[in-house]
């Protein structure tokens, strides 16, 4: 019979990163301290219980093998509710106080206490060469997508970005539980448990935000150990695959018949589940620019965090993907030139800013604005700053602010987008 209990502690013993893989890669092929480890470890194994009682007296000892024969009928929801309670109990009185406390218990409540994690177990048999590996628990991320404005093209579904709580709902046996992106569990939502526990749902994760009136309420919340006040949170969904696709890494359907499957799913929902509003805008016309424009500004009078862009083609990919582009929400206004300013050090010779004036939808703007200009620009619009004076450019901001004297409206990072009334490839 192996100790895996005394390896906890042993790894307790020291906060030493290095020290702890050496005790890991020391022990790590005793057969019962490495399932242990998958079984703790891996976040898509769960027993469905919350309080898992410490032990106080000794018993004669509990068998790693039986330990594991009777759990997996926690994870496989064949022992629920008083059942898996009685389970637990029985458990806990066959077993040694060190052999519970210190290993068995913390398997069950998903937590070693020492200092180990999926990774710091991964690198130590990745260095020895073993096959063995603990899963690591990833859903998908966004990019930037003002950093990437040459993969916003085509059709794309353009979603509003909600600010919440990202939760993925993976439902087994009848039973959804709530990850954070991180893959940690969350209890405090039962409302939503309760909403997608059920038979049509089994084998299907669901990727969302949880959402309330009061973000920062819902905040306090969210790792509340008990009496949790979340009855009016609810579970806004943008995304949903089969758990299969999920634990391979990869959507099989496309966004556009992803959300198609969603929408039918959906009549099925209660009302503590919603769908998060999309629209299907083509970036390459005219149209679809106004749309997103339209979508922008709803963005920002809603506050809503910002847009997201799906290119509808792009599959759900566990990791961060270009198949989805996170933009925030900014304003656009069109003010007047009436100063140009030389830059300074490296910029000196050169355009530093224009001084722009002018009234947009009912409010005074006077400000600079010197970002959003290329090296290039700069040497240009210089050399041509007599004929400047009194055009209009298109400037984008993320806000508007007014100035401390409160005579006059300014924006939050102003960058210049365009001059306005230039035709195409006209010369200044």
């Not at 994690?117 to 991320?141: A, E």
């Not at 939760?167 to 569990?185: D, E, H």
């Not at 400037?395 to 990072?413: K, M, N, P, W």
Request: aromatic letters at 10%.
């Amino acid at each position: 019979m192996s100790y895996p209990w005394k390896i906890i502690k042993e790894l307790e013993s020291d906060n030493s990163r290095l020290f702890k893989e050496g005790v890991i890669e020391k022990y790590i092929n005793d057969k019962d301290f490495q399932e242990g480890l998958a079984m703790c470890l891996d976040p898509l194994v769960t027993f469905g219980v919350k309080q898992v009682p410490e032990s106080d007296h000794e018993g004669v000892g509990l068998d790693w093998n039986a330990f594991k024969e009777a759990v997996n009928q926690l994870i496989e929801r064949e022992k629920t509710g008083h059942a898996a309670r009685d389970l637990i109990i029985n458990l806990l009185n066959l077993s040694k106080k060190d052999q519970w406390n210190d290993w068995y218990r913390r398997i069950l409540i998903k937590d070693l206490r020492c200092g180990v994690s999926q990774k710091t177990v991964n690198n130590v048999t990745k260095r020895m060469g073993l096959k063995f590996k603990v899963p690591v628990f990833s859903c998908m991320l966004a990019h930037d997508g003002a950093k990437h404005p040459k993969k916003i093209k085509g059709d794309c579904l353009v979603e509003y970005k909600y600010d919440g709580v990202r939760v993925i709902a993976i439902v087994k046996n009848n039973k959804a539980t709530l990850y954070s992106r991180n893959g940690k569990i969350f209890y405090n939502f039962p409302n939503i448990e309760s909403a997608l526990s059920k038979p049509e749902y089994n084998n299907m994760v669901f990727d969302g935000e949880v959402m309330s009136d009061d973000f920062q309420a819902l905040m306090k919340q969210v790792y509340r150990k008990s009496g949790a006040q979340t009855d009016d949170a609810y579970l806004a969904l943008f995304d949903i695959l089969p758990l299969k696709e999920f634990n391979n890494g990869k959507s099989k359907l496309n966004s556009i018949d992803r959300k198609k499957e969603l929408n039918q799913l959906s009549k099925t929902f209660e009302d503590v589940i919603k769908l998060v509003d999309y629209e299907i805008i083509n970036f390459d016309s005219e149209n679809g620019q106004n749309k997103f424009s339209i979508m922008n500004k709803e963005a920002l009078d809603k506050g809503f965090e910002g847009l997201m862009i799906k290119p509808n083609e792009n599959f759900y990919e566990c990791k961060r993907s270009h198949a989805w582009l996170k933009i925030k929400p900014f304003i656009e206004v069109t003010l007047k030139i009436i100063d140009i300013q030389e830059g300074t050090g490296k910029h000196e010779g050169k355009l530093g800013a224009f001084h722009v004036k002018g009234d947009d939808d009912g409010k005074f703007f006077s400000l600079s604005v010197g970002s959003g200009l290329t090296d290039e620009d700069r040497e240009k619009f210089w050399a041509s700053k007599d004929n400047l004076i009194g055009r209009l450019v298109e400037i984008r901001a993320d806000a508007v602010t007014q100035s401390i004297e409160g005579e006059h409206y300014s924006l939050r990072f102003p960058r210049f987008k365009n001059f306005r009334g230039f035709k195409e490839d006209e010369k200044i």
